[in-house]
Structures are given as C-alpha cells and as structure tokens.
C-alpha cells in the first residue's frame, strides 16, 4: 500500500541555521509533491510544489528537491528564524486523482534563539 | 480573497449526537475537500466536491458520516450519532479545479470534542 514517511521526532536546530525535513514515499510514483506548514491550532498552508521532472524549486528561503529514484523530496529552511518553527507536511500527489491530498505524518520544526 | 472560514471552530457534543459543520469555500473555487485530523497525524482525506457534484466519497469513515454541497458554494459535513472517536479536527479546503497540482487552501478547522 502507499506509504509516506516523515521524521517523527521534533527537530530542534538554532537561529540561523539551516533546517533539513525529509519526505520518504513507498509504493508511489507521484507526479507532483507540496509542502505544507501548520501552526497549532490552524489549517495547513502552502508552501511550494514541486514536479517530478523538477529535481530542485526556490522560494525565497525554502528549497525543496525531488528524487524519484530516491522516492524522497528534501525540505530546506536556510536561515532559519524562530518564526519558521512549525508542523511541516508533504503531500506526494498522482494524476487523475482529483487532487485529494494524501499527507504524511508532518515533522515539527522548532528553532531556538 | 477572505480565506476559507469554517465553523463553529469548536463543537463539543455526548456521544450519540449528531453534528453538522459548514464550510464557506474562497469563492472562486469549484472544488471543494474534507479532511480529518486526529493528534500529531497529517490530514486524511475524506470526501470532495466540484461544484455541487460530490465526486468522491468512500473515504468517508462510515455510513454515519455524510456531506453536501447543494449550490456549489458552502459545504456542510454530518456525522450521525458521534461516538468517541470521531473526535478530531475537521478540516475543510478549497481550490480551482483543472490540473491535479493546485494549491489547497485550508480552513482553520472544527474541533469537534465527543464526552
């Protein structure tokens, strides 16, 4: 069956570094990927999508990559700042499904002063 | 673009009620999605809408769950007789229909609480 993987564990990283999420698929073939954040208490918002023939997408300090060889996209925060601390989604989507989001679990970001 | 406004924001209901919820889509956009969120999971899909057609619904969670959208403008999702783990956040999004790539916008959800 079609399974995403997110880290479970909360990443902790310090002000001004940069954060990495990673996104696992199995028993996928996505044609496209979003990202998600959500903040406690509120629906997700979106971030950036990314195409399978699109190994990397920029959107001021976000990079997402996507290798479908891997079956993974990667999620860059450069210059992390305590604002960006959140829950972060991936959602591999196919074509011809109504674009219905199937998520991962999220991984929680947290950026210390 | 007033967003996607769902409400109420919090239900809390006993077991063996019913609930209805509604959802106010962007209204620009034709298609329109339900999801479920239960406590450090992602979003599960439960049904959608273009306009008033409700083009998919088995994922809904049982036959106790329901969902209309009779104009093609808001939403509302039924859960006959709630039980214990209904509760959850509920989650309504909007989008253009067309290609399979389209950002959702999501609502802040319902929180539905069952004593």
């Known amino acids: 069956s079609q399974k995403i993987e997110q880290n479970s564990e909360a990443l902790n990283i310090q002000e001004g570094k940069t954060a990495t999420l990673t996104c696992n698929y199995t028993?996928?073939?996505?044609?496209?990927l979003q990202w998600y954040r959500q903040d406690p208490g509120r629906g997700p918002v979106f971030l950036l999508l990314?195409?399978?023939?699109?190994k990397e997408k920029r959107k001021e300090r976000l990079k997402v990559t996507f290798d479908t060889t891997l079956k993974q996209s990667l999620f860059h925060i450069t210059a992390s700042q305590p604002a960006d601390s959140a829950t972060y989604l991936c959602?591999?989507?196919?074509?011809?499904?109504?674009?219905?989001?199937?998520f991962g679990t999220g991984t929680q970001l947290k950026v210390e002063l | 673009d007033t967003g996607v406004s769902q409400d109420p924001r919090h239900k809390i209901t006993k077991r063996g009620q019913n609930v209805t919820f509604r959802c106010d889509p962007i209204s620009e956009h034709n298609r329109l999605y339900w999801y479920r969120q239960t406590l450090g999971q992602g979003p599960e899909f439960l049904t959608y809408f273009q306009n008033e057609a409700q083009l998919e619904k088995s994922r809904l969670l049982s036959d106790r769950f329901s969902a209309e959208r009779p104009k093609g403008s808001f939403s509302t999702l039924e859960i006959q007789r709630t039980e214990q783990g209904d509760s959850a956040m509920y989650l309504c999004?909007?989008?253009?229909?067309?290609?399979?790539?389209?950002?959702?916008?999501f609502g802040d959800g319902t929180r539905l609480s069952i004593l």
């Open positions: 990314i195409r399978e023939n699109e």
């Open positions: 028993n996928y073939s996505p044609a496209y």
């Open positions: 999004a909007s989008s253009l229909a067309g290609r399979d790539n389209q950002p959702q916008h």
């Open positions: 959602a591999p989507i196919l074509t011809g499904g109504g674009n219905k989001l199937t």
